[in-house]
């Protein structure tokens, strides 16, 4: 089993910045299996989106709204994936979920890990 516990929400005004955390912990071998590691976001009354993405070998994957504004990284030395988020805006508001996935994969349903949430609220 492997725990994902994320970090970083807030509260934003418009044009900010926020930088998201999240560390991973269980035992050895289900960190090592770990392959992609990936945001999502859920706005109050939308559907769960992909924010960005990236495996264990650092390839990153980005929904196109948040393209040259957000920076997803990853140490795997830290079991830690971080997503740096600038130029806020309102409709990046909504629940960040950090998830893990022993494939490399950017489908929801591929990923068997999920932490519980942290709340990013961008004010106009």
């Known amino acids: 089993q492997v725990q994902l516990v994320e970090s970083g929400g807030g509260l934003v005004q418009t044009g900010g910045s926020l930088r998201l955390s999240c560390a991973a912990s269980?035992?050895?071998?289900?960190?090592?299996?770990?392959?992609?590691m990936a945001w999502y976001r859920q706005a109050p009354g939308k559907q769960r989106e992909l924010v960005a993405g990236?495996?264990?070998?650092?390839?990153?994957n980005y929904a196109d709204s948040v393209k040259g504004r957000f920076t997803i990284s990853r140490d795997n030395g830290k079991n830690t994936v971080y997503l740096q988020m600038n130029n806020l805006s309102p409709e990046d508001t909504g629940t960040y979920y950090c998830?893990?996935?022993?494939?490399?994969?950017?489908?929801?349903?591929?990923?068997?890990?999920w932490g519980q949430g942290t709340q990013v609220t961008v004010s106009s």
């Open positions: 269980g035992s050895t071998f289900s960190i090592f299996s770990i392959n992609a």
């Open positions: 998830a893990a996935s022993p494939k490399r994969t950017w489908l929801a349903e591929s990923y068997d890990y």
């Open positions: 990236i495996t264990k070998g650092g390839t990153p």
